[in-house]
Nanobody
Framework: QVQLVESGGGLVQAGGSLRLSCAAS????????MGWFRQAPGKEREFVAT????????YYEDSVKGRFTISRDNTKNTVYLQMNSLKPEDTAVYYC?????????????????WGQGTQVTVSS
């Protein structure tokens, strides 16, 4: 069992930055691929980024490439999402998730554990 708690969301102006954190409890954190997803009002939850257990492999959704960076610190059982050059369309609730399978995937249904989400609001 893995419990995930996100933090770091908030209100920021367009062009600004935020760093989201996701702290995991439970064993063998480094054996899980970790992903970030987001859900805007009235829309389905969508993939943002994922990182392998070792941190070597990452994938990004096209609209965030070059602006967002996913990373992890396995000594702290934490995964991060650095978000730069934020746009109003990035406004959403952001969720982290853990996946026991390898390699990391963009597929929402593959993830086994989810956090409660953190709100990110980007004003224009």
């Amino acid at each position: 069992q893995v419990q995930l708690v996100e933090s770091g969301g908030g209100l920021v102006q367009a062009g600004g930055s935020l760093r989201l954190s996701c702290a995991a409890s439970g064993r063998a954190f480094s054996s899980y691929a970790m992903g970030w997803f987001r859900q805007a009002p009235g829309k389905e939850r969508e993939f943002v980024a994922t990182i392998s257990g070792s941190g070597i492999t990452t994938y990004y959704e096209d609209s965030v490439k070059g602006r967002f960076t996913i990373s992890r610190d396995n000594t702290k059982n934490t995964v991060y999402l650095q978000m730069n050059s934020l746009k109003p369309e990035d406004t959403a609730v952001y969720y982290c998730a853990a996946d026991k399978r390898i390699p990391p995937t963009r597929v929402l249904g593959s993830y086994d554990y989810w956090g409660q989400g953190t709100q990110v609001t980007v004003s224009s």
